[in-house]
């Protein structure tokens, strides 16, 4: 996992920086369109980092899916041979069972092997995208909780500690959700196809009035992600306040049961789990209905297409109607499977925008020293001039923003062997001061 990890930082910075400067030649706007291209530079390290596995699960994909079409045929085939009776020997019967046979134990293992991949390719992708979050917090200021970001209200605030721990968590795992999904965009219509040429073959022009019905859903499925879309956004941005409030109840908990507030910070964080949970609930509901019409399509589509083969007058038998019934029954599921696809793409969308927005955040521009002992008798440390912000100028947003300066013009040298105590007032600068001697502020 450190040599994926390592491999994916590397990609990334390489790409970060050919966007940088085709960015600084067109003299594009950062803060109107930096978000969008920090997001496809990820997108890019990511493809990129993983195009082996890619290639290796497509290709079995690929296998999987035209290997999936030649039950139904051989089923047509053997009752074929039922419906001729005696007429035909024994032994193409039984030739086409066999057949049937090693064709689904092939596609079982072909099946398998690629879900093995995909899955392993899938655990990669989270586990580099939580290693590349955690390396970068250690080179921002505080952690990257001070981290300023808007949400879906256009409201500015902090990520906090909590909404660190939910782009490593929460969002890498929404991205690994749509790398599963991934080959499904390309490999879902190519089924469709397939399937459907092979029910012209059995049912002739009916089956284009299946065909109309499918294509009366696409506009659904355009909706539906858009409010998926939408609704993932204000769910992440309500579960980033939750727990932005809980870790800052947790970490002061003395300082609330002193205070006597801790009725207080328990409504607030009721509140924001209240919201958090009508946005989930919200969310739910709307895909389980996309689930239950896209689930209902198929069946509807197979009524459909069966009407208008019998008004035909064409002859009713079973080698036609089972083999037609089976390929219905494949059609489903890359149509069971593009609600799940629609979901996870839209997840992965947003997770991905804001772990890109974190990712391309202004690093702490390292100004320590560290020199060797010439004596033996240990080293001094020494502050000059030493001038340093908080956090950040720069939002993750990419607008600049006015902060007051922790510390200013501080000289400082502490010789060996000294005892040096730093006394003042709240906020006059003490952690300030330890924080600048460790280099965990902007100079």
């Given at each position: 996992?450190?040599?994926?990890?390592?491999?994916?930082?590397?990609?990334?910075?390489?790409?970060?920086?050919?966007?940088?400067?085709?960015?600084?030649q067109k003299?594009?706007?950062?803060?109107?369109?930096?978000?969008e291209?920090?997001?496809?530079?990820?997108t890019k390290?990511l493809l990129?980092?993983?195009r082996r596995n890619?290639?290796?699960?497509g290709?079995l994909?690929?296998?999987?899916?035209?290997i999936?079409?030649?039950p139904?045929?051989?089923v047509?085939?053997l009752?074929?041979?039922?419906?001729?009776?005696?007429?035909h020997?024994?032994?193409?019967?039984l030739?086409a069972?066999?057949?049937?046979?090693?064709?689904?134990?092939i596609?079982?293992?072909?099946?398998n092997?690629?879900?093995?991949?995909?899955?392993?390719?899938s655990?990669?992708?989270?586990?580099?995208?939580?290693?590349?979050?955690f390396?970068?917090?250690?080179?921002?200021?505080?952690?990257?909780?001070?981290?300023?970001h808007?949400?879906g209200?256009?409201?500015t605030?902090?990520?906090?500690?909590?909404?660190?721990l939910?782009?490593?968590q929460?969002?890498?795992?929404?991205i690994?959700?749509?790398a599963?999904?991934?080959?499904t965009?390309?490999d879902g219509?190519?089924?469709?196809?397939i399937?459907t040429?092979?029910?012209?073959?059995y049912?002739?022009?009916s089956?284009?009035?299946?065909i109309s019905?499918?294509?009366?859903t696409?506009?659904?499925n355009?909706?539906?992600?858009?409010i998926l879309?939408?609704?993932?956004?204000?769910?992440?941005?309500?579960?980033?306040?939750?727990?932005?409030?809980?870790?800052e109840?947790?970490s002061?908990?003395?300082?609330?049961?002193?205070?006597g507030?801790?009725?207080r910070?328990?409504?607030?964080?009721?509140i924001?789990?209240?919201?958090?949970?009508?946005?989930?609930?919200?969310?739910?509901?709307v895909r389980?209905?996309?689930?239950?019409?896209?689930n209902?399509?198929?069946?509807?589509v197979?009524?459909?297409?069966l009407t208008?083969?019998?008004?035909?007058g064409r002859?009713i038998?079973?080698?036609t109607?089972?083999?037609?019934?089976s390929l219905?029954?494949?059609?489903?599921?890359?149509?069971?499977?593009?609600?799940?696809?629609?979901?996870s793409?839209?997840n992965?969308k947003?997770?991905?925008?804001?772990?890109?927005?974190?990712?391309?955040?202004e690093?702490?521009t390292?100004y320590?020293?560290?020199?060797?002992?010439?004596?033996?008798t240990g080293?001094?440390?020494?502050?000059?001039?030493?001038?340093?912000?908080?956090?950040s100028?720069?939002?993750?947003?990419g607008n600049?923003?006015?902060?007051s300066?922790?510390?200013?013009?501080?000289?400082?040298?502490?010789?060996?062997?000294?005892?040096?105590?730093?006394?003042?007032?709240v906020?006059?600068g003490?952690?300030?001061?330890?924080?600048?001697?460790?280099?965990?502020?902007?100079?």
């Open positions: 996992m450190d040599h994926a990890v390592s491999g994916l930082a590397s990609v990334y910075r390489e790409l970060r920086t050919r966007s940088k400067t085709r960015q600084e003299n594009v706007d950062k803060a109107d369109h930096g978000t291209s920090q997001s496809l530079t990820l390290a990129l980092h993983q890619l290639i290796v699960t290709l994909r690929l296998l999987n899916t035209s999936q079409a030649f139904a045929v051989l047509s085939r009752l074929k041979l039922i419906e001729a009776g005696d007429t020997a024994p032994a193409k019967a030739q069972a066999v057949t049937l046979v090693a064709v689904l134990s596609k079982m293992l072909v099946e092997q690629y879900f093995h991949k995909v899955v392993k390719c655990t990669q992708v989270r586990g580099s995208l939580a290693g590349l979050i390396d970068k917090s250690l080179r921002l200021p505080g952690g990257g909780s001070g981290v300023t808007k949400d209200n256009g409201e605030s902090a990520l906090g500690s909590g909404g660190v939910n782009l490593m929460s969002d890498a795992s929404l690994e959700s749509a599963l999904q991934f080959h965009t390309w219509p190519l089924q469709i196809a399937y040429y092979l029910l012209y073959q049912l002739g022009s089956v284009f009035w299946g019905v499918l294509l009366a696409i506009p659904i355009s909706v539906t992600l858009r879309n939408r609704l993932a956004k204000f769910e992440n941005e309500a579960k980033d306040r939750r727990t932005k409030r809980t870790a109840s947790i002061n908990m003395k300082l609330l049961k002193l205070q507030w801790e009725q910070f328990a409504d607030d964080i009721r924001h789990r209240k919201e958090e949970l009508s946005r989930h609930v919200s969310r739910g509901i389980a209905v996309n689930t239950a019409v896209s209902a399509v198929p069946a509807l197979l009524v459909v297409t208008a083969y019998a008004k035909t002859p038998v079973a080698s109607i089972f083999t037609a019934i219905f029954n494949q059609l489903r599921f890359p149509l069971f499977f593009y609600p799940m696809l629609i979901d793409l839209a992965g947003n997770a991905m925008r804001r772990i890109s927005t974190y990712l391309s955040s690093e702490i390292p320590v020293n560290f020199f060797p002992t010439v004596d033996g080293g001094s440390i020494e502050m000059t001039n030493g001038n340093f912000l908080w956090s100028t720069r939002s993750i947003d600049t923003t006015s902060i300066p922790a510390l200013s013009n501080v000289k400082l040298k502490v010789y060996p062997g000294e005892v040096v105590a730093v006394v003042g007032t906020g006059s003490k952690s300030a001061l330890i924080r600048g001697l460790l280099g965990e502020l902007n100079p």
